[in-house]
């Protein structure tokens, strides 16, 4: 079993809408969390860490984690064309060095 | 500001034949160093992590006489595909670590193999 799972794996809405992916880990001691975006022909870039519950914003971008459920979500408001992407979940250990990543949300954002 | 390069962009290399790919962290110290393979189902396989501390380790399904991995330091990293066949095509990722909180990925060297 994956240690890492995201959902759902497809994503549409509209020019405007807001976007919500999801992940949870399996394993507690995943503690740190990142976004990444991968557009087409590209490699993944980060959008946001999260490490600490709660939210956290960054533009027209929102993390939550919540620890004791090992899930962490990834809201997006206002969505454009631009950010149809693969979208991926990682996670790491406290002081560890290995990265584990989600399977992936596919996102496209319709104008 | 923080990068990784990563070289060749895209190779194609007939069955049964080897190439090398390069990895270069600039603008930051790297911790740890780690390759990845991204599936043409876009999934994302750890091949292999070395960090400041540590040999290279390598993960299950992977080993070093198939993926050889070399870095005289964490900012530079060659990793060769030998006997390259159907089943190693993807695209090759390269991610450095500056710190626990920091992370950055290269483009990705994509593999075709014919």
């Known amino acids: 079993q994956q240690k890492v799972q995201q959902s759902p794996e497809s994503l549409s809405v509209p020019e405007g809408g807001m976007a919500s992916l999801n992940c949870t880990s399996s394993?507690?001691?995943?503690?740190y969390f990142w976004w990444y975006r991968q557009h087409s022909g590209e490699g993944p870039k980060a959008l946001m860490s999260i490490f600490s519950d709660g939210d956290k914003k960054e533009g027209r971008f929102t993390a939550h984690l919540n620890k004791a459920s090992l899930h962490v979500s990834l809201h997006i408001r206002d969505s454009q064309p631009s950010d149809s992407a693969l979208y991926f979940c990682?996670?790491?250990?406290?002081?560890?060095?290995?990265?584990?990543f989600g399977s992936g949300t596919r996102l496209l954002v319709s104008p | 500001g923080a990068l990784v390069y990563q070289y060749p962009r895209r190779t194609i290399c007939k069955s049964g034949t080897s190439m090398r790919m390069e990895c270069q962290a600039v603008?930051?110290?790297?911790?740890?160093v780690a390759w990845y393979r991204q599936s043409p189902q876009k999934t994302f396989e750890l091949i292999a992590l070395s960090t400041v501390n540590s040999a290279i380790k390598y993960e299950q399904n992977f080993t070093q006489e198939k993926f050889p991995i070399s870095h005289p330091n964490l900012s530079f990293s060659s990793m060769t595909v030998l006997n390259a066949y159907l089943e190693d095509r993807g695209l090759y990722l390269c991610g450095a670590r500056a710190s626990s909180y920091e992370q950055y990925f290269g483009p990705g060297t994509r593999l075709t193999v014919l």
């Open positions: 603008g930051f110290q790297a911790t740890s």
């Open positions: 990682a996670a790491s250990e406290t002081g560890g060095y290995k990265v584990v």
């Open positions: 394993d507690r001691n995943f503690q």
